[in-house]
């Protein structure tokens, strides 16, 4: 165990990222904290920057900001696109993941008026699957369990990284496939956005959402991002029509007219607080660069392998590290009791998943190889 430990302190001196942990406000510097891919941290500029906001725009400026703040969730998907590979003109930031996923599912499916299913994987999480479901019990839709037949799928609901295994799909390969078969994808980037560069355009995905308060650090609830091949913006009608798609917003008109533009996928007033913290997280990312980021995740699931290896923990999550995401999935039969007693008495913060997995999440702009090294001995020590 003592040799993990001086790895890892070996690791954390040369991480050229090790940096970037004074852009957040860590309120516990000796915490472990292993769940930044459920929740990550706040950065300071988020606490600058909402404030600021709150004073200027708010207090001072009161109804007079919405002059500037209506076109910020468009502004805020530009910032985000790069970090995803995709233009700034395709991607907006609003409503919630489970929102925006009904919202591009059920667009997608009329694209595909001619088939009756949509595919889902029953292991992906639980809001893609109980979204699919409701859309398509809405509709009379079919659900198919997994992807492996396709030709008479309309949409495929799709992770990129699994919640649980933290397995990277090959979405080149699976992306292909569905468009031979005739079947659109809206993919799921949660796990993937602020962690890795998705090349959404080089891999072929045309529609995604994804969250940004894991990653990308933009605080609890923050607003999530829809992602649309800027082809298909006009081509997709989205079930919502509220007044923020309305071309011509305060025209107020009797008809709904889609924008042409990535913001006919907004639907109402945007928390606009809760944007301008997302803001500055995805700015952090952007700054510090996605391609650092994926280089520092990767050594991190290397030596949380080697970790566990040393340790006798068993893992499922990939060691090829082109299919391993940002955390590590460690099966332990008394899984629950380990991530208790560690919250309680080692100052290691981990999730327990379902059933018997303590998920180790590793986010490349906050985690030390220490936190690591810490966390993987405390669940060896908890046995
Ligand atoms: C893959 C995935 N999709 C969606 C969500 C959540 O959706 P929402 O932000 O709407 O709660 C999560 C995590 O909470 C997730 O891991
Ligand atoms: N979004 C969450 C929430 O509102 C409460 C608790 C946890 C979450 C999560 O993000 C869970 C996470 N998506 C997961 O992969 O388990």
């Known amino acids: 165990m003592q040799e993990l430990v001086e790895e890892a302190v070996t690791l954390d001196a040369g991480d050229p990222l090790a940096g970037w942990r004074e852009e957040f406000v860590i309120a516990d510097p000796e915490l472990a904290y292993l769940d930044g891919n459920s929740l990550g941290m706040p950065t300071k500029r988020a606490f600058e920057r909402v404030e600021q906001v709150m004073r200027d725009d708010w207090a001072a400026g009161l109804i007079r900001s919405w002059d500037h703040w209506l076109d910020w969730p468009q502004a805020v998907g530009a910032e985000l696109a790069p970090l995803i590979g995709a233009e700034p003109h395709e991607v907006v930031v609003h409503d919630s993941t489970s929102v925006n996923l009904f919202q591009l599912i059920t667009a997608a499916v009329g694209l595909r008026p001619d088939r009756r299913v949509i595919a889902v994987d029953p292991a992906d999480f639980p809001t893609d699957r109980y979204i699919v479901e409701s ?209 309680e008495h080692d100052r290691v913060l981990a999730d327990f998943r379902e059933p018997d997995v303590v998920r180790l999440g590793c986010s490349p702009l906050t985690t030390r190889f220490a936190d690591v090294a810490r966390a993987t001995i405390a669940v060896a020590n908890r046995r």
């Open 135 to 343: 859309i398509a019990a809405a509709r009379d839709l079919e659900v198919r369990a997994g992807f492996d037949q396709l030709d008479d799928v309309a949409v495929a609901v799709r992770s990129m990284v699994d919640y649980r295994s933290a397995e990277i799909v090959d979405v080149a390969t699976e992306a292909a496939r569905a468009r031979e078969a005739g079947a659109v994808v809206v993919w799921d980037l949660s796990h993937a956005a602020g962690l890795l560069p998705v090349r959404v355009h080089e891999v072929g995905i045309d529609l995604a959402v994804g969250c940004t308060y894991k990653f990308l650090n933009g605080g609890p609830g923050a607003p999530a991002f829809t992602f649309v091949r800027a082809d298909l913006i006009e081509q997709l009608d989205e079930p919502f029509h509220g007044w923020f798609a309305q071309t011509d917003q305060f025209a107020m008109g009797d008809t709904f007219t889609p924008r042409a533009d990535i913001g006919r996928f907004r639907i109402g007033t945007p928390s606009i607080l809760s944007l301008v913290a997302a803001q500055a997280g995805i700015e952090v990312s952007a700054a510090a660069g996605i391609e650092a980021i994926r280089a520092k995740s990767v050594e991190l699931g290397r030596f949380g392998l080697r970790c566990c290896d040393a340790l006798g923990l068993s893992t499922s999550t990939p060691r090829d590290d082109d299919r391993r995401g940002g955390h590590l999935c460690v099966h332990e039969p008394d899984a629950r009791r380990i991530v208790a007693e560690m919250t």
